[in-house]
């Protein structure tokens, strides 16, 4: 059974910064593409960044570039998304996904498994 699962959500004030993670199972771990994807208030869904099966590719959305940073360790089946510089429009609801592929895409219909979410809330 394939799960994923974030944590490391929460409130923090603009400018400030998190780390979530998303612990994976059910899948082998190391030949996917893990990606993030968040989902503001009233908003579709919006790609925010993915990283190849060896970590030796990154993809970010223009949006978080330079201040956001995906990473995974293998040996754990671990990703991890960390923010800095938070806005209030970062504010959303952030989920960890899979792909079944070593290859990165912004796509989210490319990708196979879903996490539950975890709300990110920036107070200005």
């Known amino acids: 059974q394939v799960q994923l699962v974030e944590s490391g959500g929460g409130l923090v004030q603009a400018g400030g910064s998190l780390r979530l993670s998303c612990a994976a199972s059910?899948?082998?771990?190391?030949?996917?593409?893990m990606g993030w994807f968040r989902q503001a208030p009233g908003k579709e869904r919006e790609f925010v960044a993915a990283i190849n099966w060896n970590g030796g590719v990154t993809t970010y959305a223009d949006a978080v570039k330079g201040l956001f940073t995906i990473s995974r360790d293998n040996a754990k089946s671990a990703v991890y998304l960390e923010m800095n510089n938070l806005k209030s429009e970062d504010t959303a609801v952030y989920y960890c996904t899979a792909r079944r592929s070593r290859y990165t895409s912004t796509d989210e219909s490319r990708y196979d498994y879903w996490g539950q979410g975890t709300q990110v809330t920036v107070s200005s």
């Open positions: 059910g899948f082998t771990f190391s030949t996917n593409t």
